[in-house]
C-alpha cells in the first residue's frame, strides 16, 4: 500500500474588533497637539525677532487647520495542524496568535503668509485704537505697550519741530526719548475716541427738508437709522435751517488736562488735552529733574503740539531687532530697561519695584523651562520662562500684532504644505 502524506489544517475560531480611542486618550492627544501649536507660535516670532536683528526678510507660517485621527484594532485567532500517514498519529499540535495595533495622529496643513494680502496689513501703520490693548495680562504697564507701538514723539510749535525724539535703543538721545515718555504717561498720556461731523452740502430749511423726503433713497434711510449721517438743527438769519452731516468717530492720542499742567504748565497745547480729564490732586516731584532738564533745554517752548508716530507691525520687528543687537553689543549697558510705574493715572505693579529688562534673549545659553527656543545660523536663541523681565508679555502682544494681521485673505486657503 503506498502512503500518502496529508497535512490538514482546521480553523478552529478567528476574532477581530475595533474600537476608537478613549476619551482619556483623545485629551492626551489634544493637549500634546496644543503644546506643539504655542510652541510653534512663539517660536515664529522669536525667530523673526533674531531675523530681523540680522536685517534679513521676515518670514512668517500659520497652521490654519487640523485633522486628527485615531483608533485601537485589536484580534486574536487559533489554528489546529495534524499530520495523517503514520501507523500512530501524533497529537494535534494548536497555534493561537493575539494581535492589538493603537494608530492616532495629527495632519495639519502649514500656510507661508508671504503674500500680498497679509503684507499690507502687516506693513500698515497700527490702529490707535491697538495703543491702549493691554493684551490678556492685566498688569502690563503702559510703557511697555508704548514702547512697542510709538516710534517717535515730535513736539511742535508755530508748524515748527522744536524736537524729534526716535524711539530706537541705538540712538546717541535714546534716553531723551525715554523720559519724555514716561513723563507723558505720567500726564495720562492716553487714546479717547471723539465724534467727528463733517457737513453735506448746504444748509436747508425745513420745509425744502419736509418736500425732499419722498426722494430720499433707501441708502439714506439706512445711513440715518444707523446713525452715519444725521441732521444740525442750526438758525441763519432768524430762520430754522437744517444741515445734513456724516458722525464718524476718530481715535486721538491726547494727556490728561490738569496733569499736565500739574507737570508741565503751558508747554503742551489745548489741543493735546484729552476731553474726559478727571483731577488727580498728587503731583509727583521724581519728575522735577527730567522736567528741569527739559523746559531748560527748550526754554522758549510753550504752546507745543504733540504728534506721535504709530509703527507697523512690522516695524515693530524691526524695534526689537535693534533692542537684541542694543542688549548684545558691547557690555550690555545698552539693554532696554522697563522703569517702575507709580503713575497716579495707572496702576502700581508691585511686581517689579526695580528696573528690569524690557525684552531679554539668551545666546547659546541653556536655560531650564524655555518659552522659545530657536536656532538661526548654528546659533541658539531662547526666551526664558521668568528671570524678571518683560519678555514674556511682549511675545504674547507681538502674537496680538501678528494675528491682527491676518485679514481675510491673508492665509491662502490652498496650503503650502501638508504634514501627515
Not at 208 to 218: A, E, I, Q, Y
Not at 373 to 400: L, N, P, Q, R, W
Not at 405 to 419: F, L, W
Amino acid at each position: 500500500m503506498k502512503m500518502r502524506s496529508l497535512v490538514a489544517f482546521s480553523f478552529l475560531g478567528l476574532m477581530a474588533g475595533c474600537t476608537t480611542i478613549n476619551s482619556s486618550s483623545f485629551s492626551d492627544m489634544s493637549s500634546a497637539y496644543r503644546e506643539v501649536v504655542e510652541g510653534y507660535s512663539n517660536d515664529n516670532i522669536l525667530l523673526n525677532v533674531v531675523r530681523s536683528s540680522k536685517n534679513m526678510p521676515l518670514s512668517f507660517l500659520d497652521i490654519p487647520s487640523v485633522i486628527g485621527t485615531g483608533n485601537v484594532l485589536a484580534n486574536a485567532g487559533a489554528s489546529t495542524t495534524q499530520s495523517v500517514g503514520s501507523p500512530v498519529a501524533p497529537p494535534a499540535v494548536t497555534a493561537s496568535n493575539i494581535g492589538l495595533a493603537v494608530n492616532n495622529g495629527f495632519t495639519f496643513t502649514q500656510a507661508s503668509l508671504d503674500n500680498a494680502q497679509f503684507m499690507q496689513s502687516f506693513l500698515k501703520e497700527i490702529p490707535l485704537s491697538v495703543l491702549g490693548l493691554k493684551g490678556t495680562e492685566r498688569l502690563l504697564p503702559r510703557a511697555v505697550s508704548y514702547t512697542l507701538l510709538i516710534e517717535s514723539i515730535e513736539l511742535r510749535s508755530n508748524n515748527s519741530i522744536v524736537h524729534h525724539f526716535n524711539n530706537d535703543p541705538l540712538d546717541p538721545q535714546y534716553k531723551e526719548f525715554q523720559n519724555l515718555l514716561y513723563l507723558l504717561i505720567e500726564a495720562g498720556l492716553t487714546v479717547e475716541n471723539t465724534q467727528l461731523k463733517t457737513p453735506l452740502g448746504p444748509a436747508i430749511d425745513k420745509g425744502l427738508l419736509t418736500k425732499s423726503l419722498d426722494s430720499w433713497g433707501s441708502t439714506t434711510v439706512d445711513n440715518l437709522a444707523k446713525g452715519l449721517i444725521s441732521f444740525d438743527k442750526m438758525n441763519s438769519n432768524g430762520k430754522e435751517v437744517y444741515q445734513l452731516v456724516r458722525n464718524e468717530s476718530r481715535s486721538r492720542i491726547c494727556v490728561n488736562k490738569y496733569r499736565s499742567q500739574q507737570l508741565l504748565g503751558d508747554l503742551l497745547s489745548s489741543d493735546s488735552y484729552c476731553a474726559d480729564s478727571p483731577k488727580h490732586e498728587k503731583t509727583d516731584l521724581n519728575y522735577a529733574k527730567v522736567i528741569q532738564s527739559f523746559t531748560s533745554a527748550y526754554p522758549k517752548a510753550s504752546n507745543m503740539e504733540l504728534v506721535i508716530g504709530i509703527r507697523s507691525p512690522g516695524n515693530v520687528f524691526d524695534f526689537l531687532g535693534s533692542v537684541l543687537n542694543a542688549q548684545f553689543a558691547g557690555d550690555g549697558s545698552k539693554m532696554v530697561m522697563i522703569q517702575p510705574s507709580k503713575s497716579v493715572v495707572d496702576s502700581y505693579n508691585e511686581r517689579y519695584k526695580q528696573p528690569h529688562p524690557f525684552f531679554k534673549v539668551y545666546r547659546d545659553t541653556p536655560i531650564s523651562h524655555p518659552v522659545a527656543t530657536v536656532k538661526y545660523k548654528g546659533v541658539s536663541y531662547s526666551i526664558a520662562d521668568d528671570d524678571g523681565s518683560y519678555s514674556k508679555e511682549v511675545m504674547e502682544f507681538m502674537a496680538t500684532l501678528v494675528t491682527i494681521a491676518k485679514i481675510p485673505g491673508a492665509i491662502p486657503a490652498s496650503p503650502a504644505v501638508v504634514v501627515r
